[in-house]
């Protein structure tokens, strides 16, 4: 028995948790895997009139898709996940879907009823195919 181990062949070390290889096969470190809805270039689109599905119906509502998520002021237990995935701003929350936010880790359906509320009770804005009648 070598001076680094305990009588139980442990050596009485942590278990290092660095990536893992589910994670290198998805090609993200660190994290559960791409989303499939972002784009490869990083680049998000305009914001979209869940309706029309036109970025022209969005703009007159008059609400600037750059605007950060922490002006939803969302409890710490939205706001995690949603940084944690690289979700920044409204432009980029909107252009997901329900069962997008669903599948990230630590988003469930409480997660989501908040974030669709502020959504909608602070800036009149839905889930990408969550507009105002299928609410």
Do not use: C
Not at 50 to 57: F, G, L
Request: glycine share 12%.
């Amino acid at each position: 028995m070598g001076k680094s181990q305990l009588k139980n062949g442990h050596t009485g070390r942590k278990p290092s948790h660095g990536t893992r290889r589910h994670d290198m096969l998805n090609g993200r470190p660190g994290r559960r895997s791409q989303s499939p809805n972002k784009p490869d270039n990083g680049t998000w689109p305009l914001v979209m009139d869940p309706v029309t599905d036109t970025p022209e119906a969005s703009a007159a509502s008059g609400v600037d898709p750059t605007t950060p998520i922490e002006e939803l002021d969302l409890s710490v237990g939205a706001y995690n996940p949603l940084k944690g995935e690289g979700i920044n701003n409204l432009g980029e929350l909107i252009a997901r879907t329900k069962a997008d936010l669903l599948d990230l880790r630590n988003f469930g359906q409480k997660r989501l009823d908040e974030v669709k509320d502020k959504l909608r009770d602070k800036f009149s804005l839905y889930l990408k195919g969550d507009g105002p009648a299928a609410g």
